[in-house]
């Protein structure tokens, strides 16, 4: 059998369809792949050695670095075995987009937590369709509703005219 190449690991990074984030455990960027770029329009050098408040909402901040100190205190989020966290983020031209994610700490010989890595998907399109699908289905809701309930004048009119009928 062919044993894997030592820089295996690294092309798999470098080369997945979905953003890899590694942060450190101060919550600065040290990883930033090629899909990192296209999701969130920051290239590596821009990202790398930057606090992560580069891609996260300022309204959503605190709530983030809370669950963030956490995680770190205690080694564990309730994310880490492969939930989906599905979340707005910020491109770098300013516009808010949907994405999900799946965290792993990566802790050291000691049990710390030394490493963050998020592995991020855009889907802000899906979003959006998704959005307006709840708003069509809605829409049909209330009009199914009020052909089912008639309202007080057309129940009068029914009622008026069958007993004129009579």
């Known amino acids: 059998m062919t044993p894997l190449p030592h820089d295996l690991a690294g092309r ?3 080369g997945s369809p979905d953003a890899v984030l590694v942060c450190d455990r101060t919550g600065i960027v040290r990883y930033w792949n090629i899909a990192a770029e296209r999701v969130f329009g920051f290239g ?3 990202a790398i050695g930057v606090s992560m408040d580069l891609i996260i909402p ?3 901040r605190a709530r983030h670095w ?3 100190e956490t995680a770190m205190k ?3 989020t309730r994310y880490g075995e492969g939930q989906l966290l599905a979340v707005p983020a910020l491109h770098k ?3 808010q987009i949907s994405i999900e994610f799946s965290i792993e700490l990566l802790k050291g010989s000691d049990g710390a937590v030394e490493w963050v890595v998020a592995l991020i998907r855009d889907v802000t399109e899906r ?3 998704e959005k307006a699908l709840r708003q069509e289905l809605k829409a049909l809701s209330v009009t199914d509703r009020s052909r089912a309930e008639p309202d007080a004048a057309t129940l009068t009119m029914r009622c008026c005219s069958d007993s ?3």
Request: no cysteine.
């Open 66 to 68: 809370a669950g963030w």
């Open 74 to 76: 205690t080694g564990a």
């Open 164 to 166: 004129v009928a009579l």
């Open 127 to 129: 979003y959006a369709r």
């Open 12 to 14: 798999i990074l470098d």
């Open 58 to 60: 300022e309204r959503l």
């Open 93 to 95: 031209d300013g516009r």
């Open 44 to 46: 590596a050098i821009e």
